[in-house]
């Protein structure tokens, strides 16, 4: 199997897997979810990617359980989404951030959203992290918890599943697969060895491996691990160092998201000349009006340090994504002044 990274964060690279590695991870996925012949799972995530080939297409083949495929998703899609799950008995559904913000926006009907509740049973959202206003958005409209699967192309896919009960409890722990190894070393990394790990970047015809003697790979991620769990905190390579000072996106983009104005926001870093980088606030939202801008900018003085508060806000009509919703932070830096 040869496929593509979804390069939010650079060029994609071809990543090549052999056959014994993808069954096994599709096995370990379904053993994690649950599935069984009892499960229905519905499809609407392109094979592009791990998400649709692995974590839906092939692990619920494995587990023996049921697909029901959708049309591919779309903002078009979103309007009449819950139609075919709920004739075909659906009750698994794996989708992305992006997806489960669409549905708590378009779903109005009170019969739909009871039906949805009663029927579905478990709902992993993949691909992206899950912002903490979208996790209760999801749940105080459907009463299902969104379940975190956070995975990597390059160890086999998806690499651990986060259960329902940590997923209510709005925490950000999931469960790693038994068979990864996992170690946090210098600045608070995570490396993974995992026995589903690709045999390489295919380049020019020659397969290259970024693991190190003893087959752990730096995932990129900043990480928590204890008691058997791990949770992700950010990503080296968009921490924005301002002065000197690491800054983590994240934490930037959970406060302007409980603005009520803002429908949605991904903070950067840009080259400047005195701070190295300057936090930009890219932000989507019908009001963009310089008296909301002094809005934005005061409640981030309320709750962020001095060196996370940002430089500037850039009001966007969209943000660029790759077909599975993640955001192209390269394009979209490109894309601002």
Same mark, same amino acid.
């Given at each position: 199997? %040869?496929?593509?990274?979804?390069?939010?964060?650079?060029?994609p690279?071809?990543?090549? /897997?052999?056959?014994?590695?993808?069954?096994?991870?599709?096995?370990?996925?379904?053993?994690?979810?649950?599935?069984?012949?009892?499960?229905?799972?519905?499809?609407?995530l392109?094979?592009?990617?791990?998400?649709?080939?692995?974590?839906?297409?092939?692990?619920?083949?494995?587990?023996?359980?049921?697909?029901?495929?959708?049309?591919?998703?779309?903002?078009?899609?979103?309007?009449?989404?819950?139609?075919?799950?709920?004739?075909?008995?659906?009750?698994?559904?794996?989708? @992305?951030?992006?997806?489960?913000?669409?549905?708590?926006?378009?779903t109005?009907?009170?019969?739909?959203?009871?039906?949805?509740?009663?029927? @579905?049973?478990?709902?992993?959202?993949?691909?992206?992290?899950?912002?903490?206003?979208?996790?209760?958005?999801?749940?105080?409209?459907?009463?299902?918890?969104?379940?975190?699967c #956070?995975?990597?192309?390059?160890?086999?896919?998806?690499?651990?599943?986060?259960?329902?009960?940590?997923?209510?409890?709005?925490?950000?722990?999931?469960?790693?697969?038994?068979?990864?190894? %996992?170690?946090?070393?210098?600045?608070?990394?995570?490396?993974?060895?995992?026995?589903?790990?690709?045999?390489? #970047?295919?380049?020019?015809?020659?397969?290259?491996s970024?693991?190190?003697?003893?087959?752990?790979?730096?995932?990129?991620?900043?990480?928590?691990?204890?008691?058997?769990?791990?949770?992700?905190?950010?990503?080296?390579?968009?921490i924005?160092?301002?002065?000197?000072?690491?800054?983590?996106?994240?934490?930037?983009?959970?406060?302007?998201?409980?603005?009520?104005? @803002?429908?949605?926001?991904?903070?950067?870093?840009?080259? /400047?000349?005195?701070w190295?980088?300057?936090?930009?606030?890219?932000?989507?939202?019908?009001?963009?009006?310089?008296?909301?801008?002094?809005?934005?900018?005061?409640?981030?003085?309320?709750?962020l340090?001095?060196?996370?508060?940002?430089?500037?806000?850039?009001?966007?009509?969209?943000?660029?994504?790759?077909?599975?919703?993640? %955001?192209?932070?390269?394009d979209?830096?490109?894309?601002?002044d």
């Amino acid at each position: 199997l %040869i496929m593509l990274t979804s390069g939010s964060t650079g060029k994609p690279k071809a990543i090549c /897997h052999s056959l014994e590695s993808v069954v096994g991870c599709a096995r370990s996925f379904g053993n994690i979810a649950q599935w069984s012949e009892s499960t229905r799972v519905y499809h609407v995530l392109p094979m592009a990617y791990m998400a649709g080939f692995l974590n839906l297409f092939l692990a619920a083949l494995l587990a023996g359980s049921t697909l029901v495929e959708g049309p591919l998703f779309s903002p078009g899609s979103a309007i009449d989404f819950w139609r075919i799950p709920l004739e075909r008995q659906v009750n698994a559904l794996v989708i @992305v951030p992006t997806i489960a913000a669409a549905l708590c926006r378009l779903t109005r009907s009170r019969e739909t959203i009871d039906r949805v509740g009663d029927q @579905v049973r478990q709902v992993q959202s993949t691909s992206a992290p899950i912002p903490i206003d979208l996790r209760h958005r999801f749940l105080d409209t459907f009463r299902i918890p969104l379940q975190d699967c #956070y995975g990597i192309t390059e160890l086999g896919g998806p690499l651990s599943l986060q259960s329902r009960t940590d997923a209510e409890q709005m925490t950000d722990w999931s469960t790693p697969f038994p068979e990864l190894g %996992i170690r946090i070393r210098s600045s608070s990394t995570l490396w993974i060895q995992s026995p589903f790990r690709m045999l390489g #970047y295919l380049d020019g015809g020659r397969l290259t491996s970024p693991a190190d003697a003893d087959g752990y790979m730096d995932t990129g991620d900043v990480a928590d691990f204890k008691g058997g769990k791990i949770r992700i905190t950010g990503r080296m390579k968009d921490i924005i160092i301002r002065g000197g000072i690491n800054v983590f996106p994240g934490r930037i983009e959970s406060v302007v998201r409980r603005i009520p104005a @803002v429908e949605d926001v991904v903070v950067v870093g840009k080259p /400047h000349a005195f701070w190295g980088e300057e936090i930009v606030a890219c932000i989507i939202s019908d009001t963009t009006s310089k008296a909301f801008e002094v809005d934005v900018h005061r409640h981030c003085e309320q709750s962020l340090s001095l060196h996370e508060r940002p430089d500037r806000i850039v009001f966007l009509d969209s943000f660029p994504r790759s077909v599975i919703g993640k %955001i192209r932070k390269e394009d979209l830096k490109e894309a601002i002044d």
